[in-house]
């Protein structure tokens, strides 16, 4: 989408472009203004485009019929759906190995009492790492604490070894209470990879025929590795310093 | 020196999309398009050189979604609607270009190419395409194989094995229903692979499956022979990792063949470079500008918006110096893998077939220039999966890591920002979904078909694609109202149930609306786990 594009919509059709596109208070937004921002915006998606990988970045033409409904017709639907569930729970998703994605509900009856009961309550969520997938305290390697407020529901994690179980509890620090801590709910335990060969990078750095092996199913015929954090990981834990500037031409 | 074996899989698939409440509605068209650019030229180009005898052996996967579509009289009526119009916008542009003979050329061919798509759509397969896939199986040339039932992200719902084993065991009979055949390999959408997979996939008799490069590379184990070759899970079900680097000499953006400035530009539309009087009958109402198909632009440079003309000869001259390139960058690529393993290599390379044809519109040449090319090579062969199996039935047992063919090798795209709030909801219809088998283990006659459709809305709301359109940011508001949708619809039938009541004349108006998976078993999220 050009600058020339935007010129030729409507100043309503662009209000509702860059409504769309999240912006606000769009009342004390120019025409001139708005432009602006939409070409901002564009930037960004471009950005983000240009940090997908390949496959990514092509599949998305399979869906590329129009550059974008200026008007769309079809926003006026009535299907609601709750914001949140009364159940209480927390489910923990794996996004990669290096991050997880936790979201929870709180049922408020139960919040609510406890309210009650405490009146200075701190909420947080207590991240565990564990050696293997039993979540027994005798295998937690360790565990660190995220502050949340009562208005969050999900929160991204940093994982900090990949290769290690984790599991979240949602909970409860009741300061006037001897500093009395609850627990809410505990979610599931997800694997991060790590895989035989971010253990024995040594091998991998002494045998010559095994690193040809490893890297001419990850590279391109440009010589370029493919974009994963393990990988990565490997080729450094591989590397010496020498080797370390020679690589510099790999997009890792 | 040995041959190295090439395993060419083509994954086809779109979301179920099917509007018959709009007399015509804009996102049909990406299954349209898909028909027109990518289906019917595949078909054309693969009965041919079987009538020639060239041989050749590709994996097809259809998803269920896909052949949902395809099968639907009401799309197949549409589809047909459709490349009328683009017919009847052929023969302006002939009288438009009259004055300009490139684009005038450029005009005739494509007016051709759409008259020769409607006349293979209805003279031979009378609406049904699937039907020449399934000859061509039938012939052995193809491997038809099937993917989730609507294509989710199998990682993102390992914490509910029932709809995992939901969306494998409704291919499986998808498949057969559509295709008459059972399937003995699976594509994993979006190559999404978590470890215990396989497990389910087994009690489907599936015998293999499709994952990405890390899948094998980053296993538990060393893997003996890298990717060249499939691993064995510990159940037996066999694994072919994807090779990323001959793979990616289709579809690198920076380098990849489809990037070369000669070949077609896919952006550069009539229907967004004419004037709207004129191109409003072909595009959507009310003035929405879409592609047409009619492109008469090459990429020229891929950083520019100033194109140069397309020239088809000149295309398809460079078309063949790539087909020869591909198949000497294999057979260097096996003179160096072979020194490494005891069998010749084998690399898998799977594509979405969408990438031929309608992304690059010389891809099906392409393809086709390769099978001739390596029909007469001495040094490369193909071959499916099952044929390699057959070679090599024992393979080393690994237990493969987590992976996905997304960004950086995970879930991440479906994952962000934009789009993880779908979560909370699916995965709780999931559980509701569960729990209504629990309750109501024999139902029949009213309440069975509410239950049955219960379970067709929680799996469409599981699908990849509106995750992926969200966090695209174009056209999220037609993703994020399915989603919406497909929750809204499943809370009704739980809300419904839990009441002890049915809404007949809602339950009947949807059913008729969403009517894929015609047989489905509520039942089918049942089980222990």
């Not at chain 1, 940090?51 to 998305?60: E, F, P, S």
């Not at chain 1, 409860?172 to 694997?191: F, P």
């Not at chain 2, 399934?134 to 992200?153: K, N, P, Y």
């Not at chain 2, 890298?226 to 066999?238: E, Y």
Request: with cysteine; net charge negative; hydrophobic share 35%.
């Amino acid at each position: 989408m050009s600058k020339e594009w935007y010129q030729s919509l409507s100043f309503e059709e662009l209000c509702c472009l860059a409504r769309k596109k999240g912006v606000r208070h769009i009342d004390e937004f120019s025409r001139k203004d708005l432009i602006e921002v939409l070409e901002e915006i564009q930037e960004e998606e471009l950005t983000d485009h240009r940090q997908r990988n390949d496959i990514m970045r092509q599949k998305r033409t399979k869906f590329d019929i129009f550059r974008e409904r200026a008007f769309d017709g079809d926003t006026e639907y009535d299907f609601e759906i709750p914001e949140l569930y009364t159940h209480t729970q927390i489910t923990l998703m794996l996004r990669d190995p290096f991050w997880a994605f936790a979201y929870w509900n709180i049922n408020r009856i139960d919040l609510n009492k406890l309210k009650e009961q405490y009146s200075d309550l701190e909420l947080f969520l207590r991240v565990y790492e564990f050696s293997n997938d039993t979540d027994s305290v005798d295998h937690v390697l360790s565990n660190f604490d995220i502050p949340i407020q009562e208005s969050d529901t999900s929160w991204y994690i940093n994982l900090p070894v990949p290769g290690r179980w984790y599991q979240v509890e949602l909970l409860c620090d009741c300061m006037d209470a001897d500093e009395k801590i609850l627990k809410i709910v505990r979610s599931n335990l997800v694997e991060s990879p790590g895989g035989y060969w971010l253990n024995h990078t040594d091998e991998l750095r002494n045998n010559a025929d095994e690193m040809e092996l490893f890297l001419a199913g990850i590279t391109d015929t440009s010589g370029i590795i493919t974009d994963n954090p393990l990988v990565k990981m490997i080729i450094e834990g591989t590397q010496t310093k020498k080797d370390q500037k020679e690589y510099k031409g790999y997009s890792l | 020196m040995s041959s190295g074996l090439v395993g060419i899989v083509l994954h086809a698939h779109l979301p179920f999309v099917r509007h018959p409440e709009y007399p015509k509605f804009l996102e049909e068209n990406w299954l349209f398009e898909a028909i027109s650019e990518t289906y019917l030229p595949l078909l054309r180009v693969f009965h041919k050189l079987r009538r020639e005898g060239v041989p050749y052996q590709i994996t097809i996967s259809l998803s269920p979604t896909l052949c949902a579509m395809l099968t639907d009289k009401l799309l197949q009526e549409r589809y047909v609607d459709h490349v009328n119009r683009l017919i009847e916008l052929g023969e302006k542009e002939l009288e438009r270009t009259k004055e300009s003979p490139k684009e005038h050329n450029l005009a005739g061919m494509y007016l051709a190419f759409y008259k020769q798509n409607l006349e293979d759509f209805q003279g031979i397969y009378r609406g049904n395409i699937l039907q020449g896939a399934r000859s061509l199986e039938d012939s052995g040339h193809v491997i038809l194989i099937t993917t989730a039932a609507t294509h989710a992200v199998l990682p993102l719902f390992k914490e509910y094995p029932q709809a995992v084993k939901a969306q494998i065991e409704l291919a499986m009979m998808s498949h057969v229903a559509q295709l008459r055949k059972k399937p003995k390999g699976f594509w994993l959408p979006e190559c999404g692979y978590y470890p215990g997979l396989e497990k389910l996939l087994q009690q489907n008799n599936v015998e293999y499956f499709y994952a990405e490069t890390h899948s094998i590379n980053l296993a538990e184990e060393k893997a003996e022979r890298g990717v060249f070759a499939p691993a064995s899970c510990d159940n037996g079900v066999h694994i072919f990792a994807r090779d990323y680097g001959l793979s990616q000499l289709v579809w690198s953006e920076d380098h990849g063949y489809p990037t070369d400035d000669v070949y077609r530009d896919f952006y550069r539309d009539i229907g967004y470079d004419l004037d709207i009087d004129y191109i409003r009958p072909y595009i959507h109402e009310p003035d929405v500008r879409c592609f047409t198909g009619y492109k008469y632009w090459a990429v020229t440079d891929t950083e520019s918006s100033e194109k140069k003309m397309y020239d088809p000869e000149q295309a398809f001259s460079r078309v063949k110096e790539h087909a020869g390139n591909f198949i000497y960058a294999v057979r260097k690529k096996t003179k160096s893998v072979s020194r490494l393993i005891d069998r010749e290599p084998y690399f898998t390379l799977p594509f979405d077939a969408e990438l031929f044809g309608h992304w690059w519109f010389e891809g099906v040449a392409w393809l086709e220039e390769v099978i001739r090319g390596v029909a007469v090579d001495n040094d490369v062969s193909m071959m499916n999966a099952e044929e390699y199996l057959r070679r090599y039935p024992r393979n080393q047992v690994i237990h493969p890591a987590l992976s996905s063919w997304g960004n950086k090798g995970y879930s991440s795209v479906w994952v962000d920002g934009s789009n993880d709030w779908i979560y909370r909801h699916v995965h709780t219809s999931i559980k509701r979904m569960i729990e209504l088998v629990g309750r109501f283990p024999d139902e029949t006659s009213l309440k069975e078909r509410f239950l049955q459709h219960a379970a067709r809305e929680v799996l469409l709301s599981m699908a990849s694609d509106w995750p992926f359109i969200i966090s695209n940011g174009t056209g999220v508001s037609y993703a994020e109202r399915r989603m919406k949708e497909h929750i809204h619809n499943f809370n009704l039938v739980y809300e419904n149930m839990c009441r002890n009541s049915v809404n007949t004349e809602w339950l009947t108006r949807t059913e008729k609306k969403t009517n894929i998976f015609p047989d489905i078993d509520y039942r089918v999220f049942g089980g222990d786990f």
